[in-house]
């Protein structure tokens, strides 16, 4: 597989996770997160998709303490 394939798979992937993060999380931090979406780590998207996140705003509280993906 050639580099150029690697990061346009990668691109893909990182489109794919940006979107699900911001149809995952709650409304209070929605705007904070597409404000700062590029300085989002692929972790912190996939736990905010894994719903393993916490809100001070509105009191959402992670629902599994399970390990990372």
């Given amino acids: 597989m050639q580099l150029s394939n690697l990061n346009r798979d990668y691109s893909h992937y990182r489109v794919w996770l940006e979107k699900q993060a911001l149809l995952q999380i709650c409304s209070c931090l929605y705007y904070d997160l597409a404000d700062?979406?590029?300085a989002a780590s692929d972790q912190e998207l996939i736990d905010y998709i894994a719903d393993?996140?916490?809100c001070?705003?509105?009191?959402?509280?992670?629902?599994?303490?399970?390990?990372?993906?």
């Fill in 36 to 38: 700062n979406i590029d």
């Fill in 56 to 69: 001070d705003m509105c009191g959402h509280k992670s629902s599994q303490s399970g390990d990372k993906l």
């Fill in 52 to 54: 393993r996140y916490d």
